[in-house]
């Protein structure tokens, strides 16, 4: 059988699945050309990323016996037409928690000391205004002893929780799907320290946390916007590492200009790949594009897990 990683996948996973008898193919097909390259090699597994579409048209013009999503979200994939069609459709939701959870400690982190903007500006007058810089940059916060708000307490959710716990952070979280939840710390010796989580509601979270961060899946309408934003504390600091379009990206952006949110890290976007030019020149935001589940260790667990799924069901 063929498998085409056409979004890329770990080497372990291309040598668990050869192992298995597959054959793996790496090439990188234009969105336009897949369905020729499908049928012409007669592929029977199609493997993808957040890059590649597989929608109802692919689907009906090929034959394929599985869709795999490296990652959580499958909202590029047309998953319930998919599997009406008996096709398998699978993707990796614990694989890249951790990835995502971290990166977007490094994002609160960089924005609580200015590193978004001192990391632009100290190559350029470094050397000619450092005074200056210093005095720009020296009204840094900590986040031990703030409230951390999480938006979606599942598993991405919960291993940022956990993060926050262990960086001494008092941790609030919504989740309308979600009464409450138990979160164990664990420590390099084998401890951990347990800790229950009551979700809250939405308005009590926005109004208490210092800093939210978004674990939701992409809606059909903003979960964040004007009403969302006037609720929260002036200088909030907010990350969105979860989809485009949970937050108003233009609402945001007043937001910012205002003070009303002190900075924010945007990982995804509304209109990837071409995120609004407006938001990528604020001076007050942190910027990734896509990276949440990009390490090396995500992507080996994710490759691993997919090539786990797919002898379990093909072979």
């Given at each position: ?185 664990d ?19 926005l ?35 979860s ?37 990528l020149m ?13 390490t ?16 379990k069901?093909?072979?």
């Amino acid at each position: 059988m063929k498998i085409l990683a056409n979004d890329g996948i770990d080497s372990a996973a291309i040598e668990a699945l050869q192992a298995s008898g597959f054959e793996v193919i790496t090439t990188n097909v234009a969105q336009e050309q897949l369905i020729n390259y499908i049928n012409t090699n007669k592929i029977d597994a199609l493997l993808v990323r957040s890059a590649t579409k597989v929608r109802k048209d692919l689907i009906d013009a090929t034959k394929l016996k599985l869709i795999g999503r490296g990652g959580v979200g499958m909202d590029n994939i047309d998953v319930d037409y998919a599997k009406s069609k008996g096709i398998h459709v699978i993707n990796t939701p614990a694989a890249s928690s951790h990835s995502v959870a971290e990166l977007v400690f490094a994002h609160l982190f960089g924005m609580v000391r200015f590193l978004y903007d001192s990391n632009r500006t100290m190559p350029l007058d470094g050397d000619t205004k450092f005074n200056a810089l210093k005095k720009a940059y020296a009204n840094g916060r900590e986040l031990k002893g703030k409230t951390m708000g999480v938006f979606g307490i599942g598993r991405i959710g919960q291993e940022t929780s956990k993060i926050a716990l262990g960086v001494g952070m008092k941790v609030i979280a919504f989740d309308p799907f979600i009464e409450k939840v138990h979160i164990d710390v664990d420590f390099f010796d084998g401890q951990k320290i347990g800790f229950d989580i009551k979700t809250q509601t939405k308005e009590s979270v926005l109004k208490e946390a210092d800093f939210i961060s978004f674990h939701v899946p992409a809606q059909k309408d903003y979960v964040i916007s004007t009403t969302e934003f006037n609720m929260m504390k002036t200088g909030v600091g907010i990350v969105n590492a979860s989809r485009g379009g949970v937050i108003d990206e233009v609402a945001l952006v007043t937001a910012l200009e205002s003070g009303k949110v002190a900075y924010a890290a945007i990982d995804t976007f509304e209109n990837e790949p071409t995120p609004a030019l407006k938001l990528l020149m604020m001076p007050n935001i942190s910027l990734t594009p896509h990276i949440g589940a990009a390490t090396l260790e995500a992507q080996e667990r994710i490759g691993l897990e997919l090539a786990e799924i797919i002898a379990k069901l093909l072979k």
